[in-house]
């Protein structure tokens, strides 16, 4: 048996890892929705005279800089954080998916019209095109979602095209229209299938992109705002304190690798078992 | 072929490593001080911090502030002043050079301020000149300025900003069309002149050889472009940089480093948290006094500053010695005491501890502050908890600075700000304090305080006018314009090996870069 | 093939016509200004006098007028920030940016693409394993956080590296120095577009493994690498050719935050730093020139899908 064939094998422990890597994505997602209710501090609430405690009674994982409890900022940076990054994600694979399907079936001019806007997003730094919405509509959550996600999908949308455009010419897709298969039964039947794993990868490598980059835009200071808690306003703040207090970095930074390695792990596990040719 | 390569990286990375490793940028004799942008070489039209740091090395003023910020000649050799205060006369150092060789003359120093109350040159300097109706020159080393009234505050701020420039470097150019000079090429007559200028990277100035005043210790003064702080830090504790001004989040990193140490200059600035005195909320005095007493400062200086502040004793700053009245108190936190006079002021607490006012109106507003500034933004959040503790119900808001400013500030369109006051060293502060100026955004009005403060910019008596300073800081006790948090201290991190670094604000101590020095 | 270059041109052209409008609509849209005009001591008057030097009074439309006027006649304008043409800001940090996100490219290729390859030939083996997970790993750090870890390992703890800049200062410098300063940006921002190259080229290569030609191939009896170079490499590589395409313009004006914490004077940090502070004509002068940049990148690109896979027809309909 080859290495490279995917064997019944290689799909258990595929399932294998999207069960851990998915298990863990549900248990943040929870400990992020959960967590407030039951641990129940003011994130908020400043204590000056108890900055940057150390782990210990009271404040189980210290507090920060400004005595704010750092258990609670992390339980309710993890919401901001986590539905940033899925609600992006979902924005963004929604126009991919869509703009890029239309551009590959839906004849010449579609194409044209849908490319060429596509082309533009892509070719404008993301960066610039972030700070730039985010100026429209505020460093909100739904600010951040609509920046982010907003211009996030354009690689998605090409890769959709061009494997449809590839896929389009191949025989049995001929034969298939030769047959008398509709466009959309092109798409569902024969399309999607082929193109699951590429847009899975996409969109799942997406959710950790739009977590990394709100942490990247509380870098430049356009993440959320203080005084509310992200993931990645507590690693930006936390530079500072490097020597000092460590674990100001260590929680939210483990966070963020913690998160976006599961949620990559899962779209390649996923990957791996939805593997179309395996299914046929 | 593929895993011979990918094990030759390594190698080479170490040996890259490996061969120049321990050089520092800027040889033993050099001072290195980082900006965050690429500077204006141009003191007239420079509009930021950075531009006006380096151009105080490049560009030589009339005068320049000495240790206690009073002017002292630096081009000027003197100066006479006629009796009903409207002219100045100054005798200019004589065989003074610019960098390029050519003789400094008072046609310099005409062609400058003409440039700077020209409305349509570009000048950033024009509001703080606006008393300056004419500029003569006498001689070719006699200047003579003429005034629209007496102006107490003009020799300070000759000695602030005010860089002399070249008129032999723009004939027939307007100053923003000189763009090699105010990119690379710079011609000034200070201890400094620019010899290399990349983009984003920095800008080296060697020692003038032409220099009027005393020998520079150092070879080189390096700015280095580096926009993040705490990059700033990691290339101090690194050792590529010599002075870093630092936020108190920084103190912790750089106080364990053995090779720097960390000094508290006090500066001339206020920062404070200004009410729209347009709103009713705030247009009683009682309510400002009751909100004066409602902030527990010392919790700020301590927490948030992390000491590097001074507890303040209305708006013109401590460091102004020859005007500030230590004999004030230091505002206390009395919340009590607050919450009655609040009281009087028509404001009752309801069932949740909110205050509410007869038509049952709750005092809430919200707080504008600048985003990205954790200094600011904590000090924010503990007003805002202060404040609640009296019933008061702030919401914060944060705003990049430029939008803070430009569509909420200077239109008046805000309830408070936490903002803050950088000034010339003079506690002149008519502009800002009294009736209808054009800086008062807090709409402040007092009688009383508007002729203290009109009187102060005019009389030129010192003991005089510490008298009518000590009166108007009397004046503030009973109707603060606006609530004074602190006095902030500038935090540098340099490094030990500088000697000879004044004790004052990096912009002031730069005028005197000459002095400063690097042990070998 | 003229006909489809020509074709090619004028979607380019259509493309940076809807990036100007579109940049320019974006950042006049936005409440707020210039940072140039922030300053609370301005007065009333001296506002106005700025406004009018810098063409701020004139009504929107008017201003995207000689905007457009001056991108054809190949005048990109003057920033407000810094007070030089657009021109020679943009020109100034070129060559930096080009060494920086050149560099890092040539990393990323010459290490993401074999890796990829090899760990979907010999998928589950000991280098699949170590390799994927330091590219999982290296895709779930935030940058910042790695060029910071970066330089307090390598600049301060153990200081062999500088801890940032282009070169050293106030030195001759030489081709030794400017390699030291580059060693950290590059490898920092090389790290992510490695891992995303090697994820997609095992992911594609994979999907490749399984086409029937290869299949076929393998039938033949050719050995397993034979299979992989001449087979899969080609059908694999349409992805990550469009993998490639996305990470030009990442690496070129997106690489602001690298640029940022090293202190590197590269044009992304210009664009952050000009989109902050409201710098007008720079912000749009630097979305034209990198978007006129990807254009081309992506017309080359174009001609490479023809290249890898015969099966894309020019007129494909």
């Not at chain 2, 001074?310 to 010695?321: F, K, Q, Y």
Request: aromatic share 8%; hydrophobic share 50%; glycine share 8%.
């Amino acid at each position: 048996m080859n290495a490279a064939m995917v064997t019944p094998d290689g799909r258990r422990t595929a399932r294998r890892r999207a069960a851990f890597a998915g298990g863990m994505v549900v248990f943040l997602a929870l400990a992020a929705i959960a967590g407030p209710i039951l641990y129940d501090t003011d994130p908020n609430a400043l204590d000056l005279t108890q900055a940057a405690a150390p782990p210990g009674a009271g404040h189980p994982l210290g507090t920060d800089e400004s005595g704010r409890d750092v258990l609670g900022r992390l339980l309710a940076g993890g919401r901001v954080s986590l539905a940033v990054g899925f609600a992006a994600v979902a924005c963004s694979g929604l126009l991919g998916l869509s703009l890029g399907a239309l551009a590959g079936l839906g004849g010449r001019r579609v194409d044209t019209i849908v490319m060429r806007f596509t082309d533009a997003m892509m070719a404008i730094p993301a960066l610039f095109l972030i700070i730039t919405t985010l100026a429209l509509f505020g460093t909100s959550v739904p600010g951040l979602v609509i920046a982010i996600g907003g211009t996030s999908w354009m690689g998605l949308a090409r890769l959709v095209r061009a494997e449809l455009l590839s896929i389009r010419e191949q025989a049995y897709v001929e034969a298939a229209r030769a047959l008398g298969a509709r466009p959309a039964r092109l798409l569902t039947h024969h399309a999607l299938p082929h193109l699951l794993p590429n847009v899975l990868v996409n969109v799942t490598f997406g959710v950790g992109t739009a977590i990394l980059m709100e942490s990247a835009l509380s870098f430049i200071g356009l993440g959320i705002q203080p005084p509310s808690a992200s993931w990645g306003n507590m690693l930006t703040n936390a530079q500072s304190y490097l020597y000092s207090s460590p674990w100001l970095a260590v929680y939210p930074g483990l966070l963020i690798l913690t998160t976006v390695v599961a949620v990559n792990v899962l779209g390649d596990a996923l990957r791996d078992a939805a593997e179309p040719e395996a299914r046929a | 072929m593929r895993r011979f390569r990918v094990w030759l990286l390594p190698a080479i990375a170490a040996a890259i490593a490996g061969s120049c490793a321990g050089e520092k940028g800027g040889g033993p004799n050099a001072l290195r001080i980082p900006l965050i942008n690429d500077p204006i070489l141009n003191p007239v039209l420079a509009p930021d911090i950075g531009s006006v740091l380096i151009n105080k090395v490049i560009f030589s003023s009339l005068v320049r502030p000495d240790e206690q910020l009073r002017p002292v000649p630096d081009l000027a050799l003197s100066w006479s002043t006629s009796a009903d205060g409207l002219e100045y006369t100054f005798n200019l150092k004589p065989g003074v050079k610019w960098h390029d060789g050519e003789p400094f003359t008072a046609n310099d120093v005409k062609f400058t301020f003409d440039q700077i109350i020209d409305v349509k040159s570009g000048s950033r300097l024009r509001s703080d000149f606006a008393a300056v109706a004419g500029i003569d020159v006498i001689d070719s080393l006699t200047v003579r300025f003429r005034l629209k009234a007496p102006f107490a505050p003009f020799l300070a701020l000759l000695g602030y900003n005010a860089g002399i420039l070249p008129a032999h470097k723009f004939r027939d150019r307007k100053l923003t069309d000189a763009t090699d000079f105010s990119r690379s090429a710079p011609v000034g007559t200070g201890p400094f002149r620019v010899v290399q200028a990349a983009a984003g990277s920095a800008i080296v100035l060697e020692r003038n050889p032409f220099y009027h005043g005393t020998k520079p210790a150092l070879d080189q003064v390096i700015f280095r472009i580096v926009p993040d702080v705490n990059a700033q830090v990691a290339q101090l504790l690194a050792g590529e940089l010599d002075i870093v001004p630092i936020e108190p989040a920084n103190l912790p990193s750089v106080e364990r480093a053995t090779a720097v140490t960390v000094v508290r200059n006090p500066i001339v600035q206020h920062v404070y948290v200004g009410f729209n005195q347009s709103r009713p909320f705030f247009k009683p005095p009682l309510v400002r006094q009751a909100l004066d007493l409602a902030i527990n400062r010392q919790a700020i200086v301590d927490g948030v500053l992390k000491g590097a502040a001074d507890l303040p004793r209305g708006t013109i700053p401590m460091v102004l010695s020859g005007f500030f009245d230590p004999s004030l108190p230091a505002p206390g936190y009395l919340p009590d005491s607050a919450r009655a006079m609040l009281g009087r002021a028509g404001w009752r607490p309801d069932e949740r501890n909110l205050l509410r006012n007869a038509d049952g109106k709750p005092f809430a507003f919200t707080l504008l502050v600048d985003k990205g500034n954790p200094t600011r933004e904590q000090s924010a959040l503990a007003v805002q908890q202060d404040l609640r503790r009296v019933g008061i119900d702030a919401s914060i808001g944060t705003l990049e600075f430029a939008t803070l400013v430009r569509d909420r500030v200077l239109p008046g369109d805000y309830d408070a700000v936490l903002i803050w006051w950088t000034t010339p060293p003079d506690p002149d502060q008519y502009a800002f304090y009294a009736t209808g100026q054009d800086n008062n955004h807090v709409r402040y009005s007092n009688a009383r305080v508007d002729s203290l403060l009109a009187a102060g910019r005019a009389t030129l008596d010192s003991v005089q006018r510490r008298a009518l300073y000590n009166e108007f800081q009397r004046e503030e006790l009973a109707d603060p314009p606006v609530l004074v948090l602190f006095y902030p201290r500038e935090l540098l991190a340099v490094s030990r090996r500088l000697r000879g670094l004044p004790a004052l604000g990096l912009r002031d101590a730069l005028r005197h870069v000459e002095r400063i020095a690097v042990a070998r | 093939m003229t006909a489809f270059l020509l074709r090619r041109a004028a979607h380019a052209l259509t493309v940076i016509f809807v990036v100007c409008t579109a940049t320019f609509a974006l950042v006049h849209l936005a409440p707020g200004g210039p940072a140039v005009l922030a300053d609370p001591k301005l007065s009333l008057e001296e506002q106005a006098a700025i406004e009018q030097r810098l063409g701020l009074d004139r009504p929107v439309a008017a201003q995207y007028a000689l905007w457009m006027g001056r991108v054809v006649r190949g005048d990109l304008g003057k920033s407000f920030l810094y007070e030089v043409p657009n021109r020679r800001a943009i020109g100034e940090r070129l060559p930096n940016t080009a060494l920086l996100a050149g560099t890092a490219l040539l990393l990323s290729v010459l290490l993401g693409v074999p890796l990829g390859l090899w760990s979907a030939v010999r998928r589950g083996g000991l280098v699949d394993r170590v390799v994927s997970g330091l590219a999982f790993v290296a895709m779930a750090v935030p940058t910042f956080w790695l060029a910071i870890g970066a330089i307090f390992t390598f600049a301060i703890a153990v200081p062999i590296f500088p801890a940032g800049g282009a070169s050293s200062a106030g030195e001759a410098g030489g081709f030794m120095d400017r390699l030291r300063h580059l060693v950290m940006p590059a490898a920092v921002l090389a790290a992510v577009t490695t891992a995303e190259l090697l994820r997609y080229m095992r992911s594609s290569a994979q999907t490749a493994l399984q086409q029937p030609f290869v299949r076929v191939a393998r039938a033949k009896g050719l050995r397993n690498r034979a299979v992989a170079w001449r087979h899969v490499f080609r059908t694999a590589l349409i992805p990550v050719v469009t993998a490639l395409g996305i990470q030009f313009p990442r690496l070129v004006g997106g690489a602001a935050i690298t640029e940022t914490v090293f202190a590197w004077p590269g044009l992304g940090r210009l664009g952050v730093q000009a989109a902050l502070g409201r710098d007008y004509p720079l912000v749009m002068a630097i979305t034209l020139f990198v978007s006129a940049a990807v254009v081309i990148v992506n017309m080359l690109m174009d001609l490479l899908y023809l290249w890898i896979d015969p099966r894309i027809r020019l007129d494909a309909s």
